[in-house]
């Protein structure tokens, strides 16, 4: 059974940084799109940035470039994002997702119902 585990979510002031980690368990596939996604109370979630561990093609939403850094440590089974530069609008439950086949580098085209694994989300808070 896969399961993905969420930490490293937290309080912190406009400016400062955070690094969120998703450990996964149980996952049988060498190859997979993982990607974080993010839900701020009354709204839709959105996607934030995806990564394909079997090239590390990574993708970004428009306004997180230059400010957050999907990466991996294959050794560790481990998604990371290293948000910098945090705004009040980064504000939400954050969530890192895996796709249940190898779509090879085509994460970017994926849909969020095409990430089958999900993990229960750590919240980051950004104040002003």
């Known amino acids: 059974q896969v399961q993905l585990v969420e930490s490293g979510g937290g309080s912190v002031q406009a400016g400062g940084s955070l690094r969120l980690s998703c450990a996964v368990f149980g996952y049988t596939y060498s190859s997979y799109c993982m990607g974080w996604f993010r839900q701020a109370p009354g709204k839709e979630r959105e996607g934030v940035a995806r990564?394909?561990?079997?090239?590390?093609?990574?993708y970004y939403t428009d306004s997180v470039k230059g400010r957050f850094t999907i990466s991996q440590d294959n050794a560790k089974n481990t998604l990371y994002l290293q948000m910098n530069s945090l705004k009040p609008e980064d504000t939400a439950m954050y969530y890192c997702?895996?796709?249940?086949?190898?779509?090879?580098?085509?994460?970017?085209?994926?849909?969020?119902?095409?990430?089958?694994?999900w993990g229960q989300g750590t919240q980051v808070t950004v104040s002003s």
């Open positions: 990564l394909y561990t079997g090239g590390g093609s990574t």
């Open positions: 997702a895996a796709t249940s086949r190898d779509y090879g580098n085509y994460c970017y085209m994926l849909r969020e119902g095409d990430f089958g694994y």
